[in-house]
T-cell receptor
Framework: KAGVTQTPRYLIKTRGQQVTLSCSPI?????VSWYQQTPGQGLQFLFE???????NKGNFPGRFSGRQFSNSRSEMNVSTLELGDSALYLC????????????FGSGTRLTVV | SQQGEEDPQALSIQEGENATMNCSYK?????LQWYRQNSGRGLVHLIL?????REKHSGRLRVTLDTSKKSSSLLITASRAADTASYFC????????????FGKGTRLSVIA
């Protein structure tokens, strides 16, 4: 079956712009989580959604937001981009939270210039 | 914030040797998971071990969990060059209602 699909794979944006990243989970998976990965901070948790409800939110400013649709697809949005937002953004899905391993997508590499 | 902390940060071994990576965590857990990440790509789930389990195996991988010491280890036997990657442990809190939180990882280099 198809894996977790993240689009786009690469993105270059200018400071102050906004960006929307998309994640399509494995069919049947209702839990989607987002992570930001940077060399300095490692893997930082952003959001977790389950059945369209935000279950957990990481310690990120309000510029970072997300949502999950009825088909379990998820998007995250970053407004007013800063240079420090440059990172690999990873999406992961699982059948339900906590009790299963996550399947990760290949990520979106965001560069803010 | 990171819950797990892997040790060592980097490990270099010869092909055919065993590699052992350790993970320590601060609070009680529901389960602990190990992941592999090849350079700049998505993570791959390796093993999930629950708090009431002590050891699990998957192919050349062996994971142990000691909840009294709040630590886990990942053993890769007979390492191959293809095992070169970063390895992360991640934990879920005891209620199962907290997100999966990752450590900073161990960078493993297997030299052919």
């Amino acid at each position: 079956k198809a894996g977790v699909t993240q689009t786009p794979r690469y993105l270059i944006k200018t400071r102050g712009q906004q960006v929307t990243l998309s994640c399509s989970p494995i069919s049947g998976h209702r839990s989607v989580s987002w992570y930001q990965q940077t060399p300095g901070q490692g893997l930082q948790f952003l959001f977790e959604y389950f059945s369209e409800t935000q279950r957990n939110k990481g310690n990120f400013p309000g510029r970072f937001s997300g949502r999950q649709f009825s088909n379990s697809r998820s998007e995250m949005n970053v407004s007013t981009l800063e240079l420090g937002d440059s990172a690999l953004y990873l999406c992961a899905s699982s059948p339900e939270p906590a009790n299963y391993g996550y399947t990760f997508g290949s990520g979106t590499r965001l560069t803010v210039v | 914030s990171q819950q797990g902390e892997e040790d060592p940060q980097a490990l270099s071994i010869q092909e055919g040797e065993n590699a052992t990576m350790n993970c320590s965590y601060k609070t009680s857990i529901n389960n602990l998971q190990w992941y592999r990440q090849n350079s700049g790509r998505g993570l791959v789930h390796l093993i999930l071990i629950r708090s009431n389990e002590r050891e699990k195996h998957s192919g050349r991988l062996r994971v142990t969990l000691d909840t009294s010491k709040k630590s886990s280890s990942l053993l890769i036997t007979a390492s191959r060059a293809a095992d070169t990657a970063s390895y992360f442990c991640a934990t879920v809190g005891p209620s199962g209602n907290t997100p999966l939180v990752f450590g900073k990882g161990t960078r493993l280099s297997v030299i052919a």
